[in-house]
């Protein structure tokens, strides 16, 4: 089969909109196919840079293939004054991230060169299994590579992310979606929690090449989530906001360097904001403006997702879990009951 990697562009733009609250706008039926996408051959770099010795990587997303088969997926070509040099191409896994709402890896591709670099302006040539390719120069400099000192928190301040959806108001619409939907619906409830958003301070410009940078989230006992870890290029400008799913005295991280010469780590004292800065998770109910419900030209009621009229207050329940007609729970009002959260009717 031919692994393609043209896809991940716009399986990535999917998965950016796919949280729309219009679940009709969100739709798609594009299925992503295995692939590697490399970041540079679309966004070229001007320059990169590395030290006398080291290696140098590039950025991608990889789905559905294993980072041992990956690299045949990707051709890199050096060349100083013209002569080509032999590399070796090794692709890393990062952080799991999404392909058209399917899980899948940011990745880092490391080239390296089976004779060291010496100083010198080098010519890169990127390419992939469709053809497509592009050329930017490598400047080695004439300092020999070494293992850099972990970063800094640059900035470091509270964010609040959404991290989910709940609850419906929808309609029947005159309508019809790209999909053939003709049901229109927005969600009512989102679920808000407090993240740190934090800027690494650089690192030094020869040794950057050959290094990555990353963020590794801490639990409300201070040790490392293993699922809290971001990793990217030791590049300049660069940030993170790492959410946090449960409230903590503290909301803390910790920034740190792999050396990607021999796969060695190191790391930074913790960098913490309270909770008082941060906030806690909690929940915003929202509903459609008279406004977005007469642009939407529903033929049919405007109900909420339990089967309310809306604009009516639901009625009493007799026990604290009912279940429709499918089986299925709506325990959760409950839940929002006893944080004192209720819906705001029309």
């Known amino acids: 089969m031919r692994l393609k990697s043209r896809f991940l562009g716009t399986c990535l733009l999917l998965a950016a909109v796919a949280s729309a609250p219009d679940r009709a706008a969100a739709c798609s039926t594009e299925v992503p196919e295995p692939g590697l996408l490399v970041w540079e051959i679309g966004n070229p770099p001007d320059r990169l840079f590395t030290a006398t010795g080291g290696v140098f990587s590039l950025y991608g997303v990889l789905y559905d293939v294993e980072p041992a088969d990956a690299?045949?997926?990707?051709?890199?070509?050096?060349?100083?004054?013209?002569?080509?040099?032999a590399t070796e191409v090794e692709v890393l896994r990062l952080s799991p991230t999404l392909v058209g709402a399917q899980p899948a890896w940011t990745v880092a591709i490391v080239v390296r060169p089976l004779?060291?670099?010496?100083?010198?302006?080098?010519?890169?040539?990127?390419?992939?299994?469709?053809?497509?390719?592009?050329?930017?120069?490598?400047?080695?400099?004439?300092?020999?590579?070494?293992?850099p000192e972990p970063p800094t928190a640059a900035v470091i301040q509270p964010e609040e992310v959404t991290a989910g959806?709940?609850?419906?108001?929808?309609?029947?619409?005159?309508?019809?979606?790209?999909?053939?939907?003709?049901?229109?619906?927005?969600?009512?409830?989102?679920?808000?929690?407090?993240?740190?958003?934090?800027?690494?301070?650089?690192?030094?410009r020869a040794q950057a090449g050959s290094a990555l940078v990353w963020v590794q989230r801490l639990?409300?006992?201070?040790?490392?989530?293993?699922?809290?870890?971001f990793s990217y290029p030791a590049r300049n400008n660069i940030s993170w906001t790492v959410e946090f799913a449960a409230a903590q005295a503290e909301y803390c991280v910790v920034l740190g360097v792999t050396?990607?010469?021999?796969?060695?780590s190191?790391?930074?004292?913790?960098?913490?904001?309270?909770?008082?800065?941060?906030?806690?998770?909690?929940?915003?109910?929202?509903?459609?403006?008279?406004?977005?419900?007469?642009?939407?030209?529903?033929?049919?009621?405007?109900?909420?997702?339990?089967?309310?009229?809306?604009?009516?207050?639901?009625?009493?329940?007799?026990?604290?879990?009912?279940?429709?007609?499918?089986?299925?729970?709506?325990?959760?009002?409950?839940?929002?009951?006893?944080?004192?959260?209720?819906?705001?009717?029309?």
């Open 165 to 204: 959806y709940d609850g419906q108001v929808c309609c029947e619409s005159r309508q019809t979606s790209s999909c053939g939907d003709t049901e229109r619906c927005t969600f009512t409830l989102v679920s808000k929690v407090p993240a740190v958003h934090v800027s690494p301070s650089p690192l030094p």
């Open 266 to 346: 190191v790391s930074g004292s913790p960098q913490c904001l309270t909770r008082e800065e941060a906030g806690e998770p909690h929940v915003v109910t929202q509903e459609p403006s008279d406004e977005e419900i007469e642009s939407w030209e529903c033929v049919g009621p405007l109900e909420y997702d339990d089967g309310t009229p809306f604009g009516e207050e639901p009625p009493a329940e007799k026990s604290g879990c009912r279940l429709d007609g499918d089986g299925v729970s709506w325990a959760w009002m409950v839940v929002l009951a006893g944080l004192g959260l209720r819906r705001r009717r029309r």
């Open 219 to 229: 639990d409300a006992a201070g040790q490392p989530d293993p699922d809290g870890r």
């Open 115 to 147: 004779e060291p670099l010496q100083a010198g302006d080098y010519q890169v040539a990127v390419g992939n299994v469709d053809g497509d390719e592009t050329t930017f120069p490598l400047t080695v400099e004439a300092e020999p590579v070494a293992m």
């Open 71 to 85: 690299a045949a997926l990707v051709d890199v070509a050096l060349t100083l004054d013209g002569e080509a040099l």
């Open 259 to 264: 050396y990607l010469v021999d796969g060695t």
